[in-house]
């Protein structure tokens, strides 16, 4: 199965609002990436966090990760309609095995 | 830099039909990865190559699934023959080292439809 499990499936949001999603993952990690795709696209990397971070920033992206939980979540800020897009997460686990992305999360972003 | 690329973008077949798909990595890059990625769903590993060689090919249907990568550098993707259930976005990827720490750069995909 999976490692990586996104929630929601899918969010819909205006314009200029916060969208959270999450992601849970089942055994311990050397990191957890997050990458975005649009529809018809290949994966964009957006952000790396390592299991010794907590939080990390990129622009208006926030991610944070709770390895207590096994829980990571990526916040996009003052959203924007080009955010429409589908995002992933994906696990690298702590025996340097291969990564292993979740089902994703669909972003609409209403202009 | 120029972006991983791939083709064809789409490619329809019918089932029991033969079929293959071409990735260039980004120059320099000595990992490249094969995903399969049905949709709704997130993308599956099929094989990783560090250089010419396989480092995973676990998750691949070696009984109609074939991959190669001669000189280290593009890489092709056979299916032989197809079935329905093949229908997908088959995504390639690659990354400048073998590295738990970087990230990997993906082609646009190829679609088969598989009618």
Redesign the interface.
Known sequence: S?Q?EEDPQALSIQEGENATMNCSYKTSI??L?WYRQNS??????LI?I?SNEREKHSGRLRVTLDTSKKSSSLLITASRAADTASY?CAT?PSN?G???????TTLTVKP | EAG?AQSPRYKIIEKRQSVAFWCNPISGHATLYWYQQIL??????LI?FQNNGVV?DSQLPKDRFSAERLKGVDSTLKIQPAKLEDSAVY?C?SSFIRG??T???????T?LTVV
């Open positions: 999976q990586g050397n990191n990436q018809g696209r290949g994966l964009v990397h790396l390592r992933f690298v340097a291969k990564s292993t992305f979740g089902d994703g | 991983v709704g769903q997130g993308p599956k590993l990783q995973d995504l990827a738990i720490n990230e990997a750069f993906f082609g646009q995909g679609r």
